[in-house]
């Protein structure tokens, strides 16, 4: 069963415009991860948040993570045509690198 | 170096028949796991090897799926009797123990069956 779930199910931006996507969790989790698909194959790590974290940057990447209401959010700023593609958040319940449980994620779509 | 690496990239089989599916993880990565992704949907977990320990074929979704790993690298995922509910693009990942939670992704394995 899937153990996150991201909102939006799809978002169309302008370009420069920011992207916010949440993602919300069942259990407790160690980490929770974001990945980004392009064109549906191989998925690309983007940023990791462990569970006594709060909020975490990289670039253009701003992740926050709420344990009490199980959530996280992604935000993308100033976005490209190039962000275009499909973002899940994944968690590992169990134990800390063991499998990931994935949302059914977002799909993004910027426009030039 | 090289990521890791899946083949075939696609595969088109007839319902009934047996498929194999390849995954070559990084080098040195102990951890390798096997996911399914259907038209739309999140990453189903299948199955996951680490280092010697019995793997965790908790995800496998029936008994026609298998999996191995040969030597602590290669990996093949066997589906036996494919059915039209097979189809799916089939991800492979492996991860470094010790250096972190993050999974690096095959491109991907699309099976159709016909």
């Known amino acids: 069963s899937q153990q996150g779930e991201e909102d939006p199910q799809a978002l169309s931006i302008q370009e420069g415009e920011n992207a916010t996507m949440n993602c919300s969790y069942k259990?407790?989790?160690?980490?929770l991860q974001w990945y980004r698909q392009n064109s549906g194959r191989g998925l690309v790590h983007l940023i990791l948040?462990?569970?006594?974290?709060r909020e975490k940057h990289s670039g253009r990447l701003r992740v926050t993570l709420d344990t009490s209401k199980k959530s996280s959010s992604l935000l993308i700023t100033a976005s490209r045509a190039a962000d275009t593609a499909s973002y899940f958040c994944?968690?590992?319940?169990?134990?800390?690198?063991?499998?990931?449980?994935f949302g059914k994620g977002t799909t993004l779509s910027v426009s030039s | 170096g090289a990521g890791v690496s899946q083949s075939p990239s696609n595969k088109v089989t007839e319902k009934g028949k047996d498929v194999e599916l390849r995954c070559d993880p990084i080098?040195?990565?102990?951890?390798l796991y096997w996911y399914r992704q259907s038209l739309g949907q999140g990453l189903e977990f299948l199955i996951y090897?680490?280092?010697?320990?019995?793997?965790?074929k908790s995800g496998l979704p029936s008994d026609r799926f298998s999996a191995e790993r040969t030597g602590g690298s290669v990996s093949t995922l066997t589906i036996q009797r494919t059915q039209q509910e097979d189809s799916a693009v089939y991800l492979c990942?492996?991860?470094?123990?010790?250096?972190?939670?993050?999974?690096?992704f095959g491109p991907g394995t699309r099976l159709t069956v016909t």
């Open positions: 990942a492996s991860r470094k123990q010790g250096a972190g939670y993050e999974q690096y």
């Open positions: 080098s040195g990565h102990t951890a």
């Open positions: 259990t407790s989790i160690n980490n």
């Open positions: 090897f680490q280092g010697n320990s019995a793997p965790d």
């Open positions: 994944a968690t590992d319940a169990r134990q800390a690198g063991t499998a990931l449980i």
């Open positions: 948040i462990r569970s006594n974290e």
